[in-house]
């Protein structure tokens, strides 16, 4: 059973998305993950090799937008996801200023980009702690 984010960190996810993984033949995972998957984030456009790529987590939903909370089984290859910024201080330096309705980017594993996402709303970026 998955222990939402929220449960720990004490304020709600920064912004949604709506997500795609890519598939094997799009040089993408072999297996969907599962919630808990702990990838990072790079904007579209960046040169990851210059600018890095970001420590940002999704939180799978479901279909009717609830958070899945089954930890076993795989999450879909497209649907919405709950973002969180992992580190407070990144928040307010860089992607409080990137981030809004619109902006796209791609789940990342190591250099790899595994699938593509579109940010949707924000919710806690702009009021959630720094710290």
């Known amino acids: 059973m998955w222990n ?9 996810h920064d912004f949604t998305i709506k ?21 990072d984030f790079a904007y579209k456009g960046d040169d990851i ?4 790529i970001y420590a ?10 609830r958070l899945i909370l089954d930890s076993q089984r795989p999450v879909h290859r497209e649907g919405q996801a709950r973002m969180w910024i992992l ?16 902006t796209r980017g791609y789940f990342m594993e190591g250099p790899r980009r595994v699938g ?16």
């Open 56 to 65: 940002m987590h999704p939180e799978f939903e479901d279909e009717e937008g």
């Open 49 to 52: 090799t210059t600018t890095g």
């Open 116 to 131: 593509e996402v579109e940010v949707t709303s924000l919710v806690g970026l702009l009021t959630n702690p720094v710290d």
């Open 19 to 39: 997500y795609q993984f890519y598939t094997l033949e799009e040089r993408g995972r072999k297996k969907l993950p599962i919630q808990g998957y702990r990838c």
């Open 4 to 12: 939402p984010y929220e449960n720990n960190r004490q304020h709600p």
């Open 87 to 102: 580190f407070g201080e990144m928040r307010e330096q860089i992607h409080r200023h990137r981030i809004q309705v619109g």
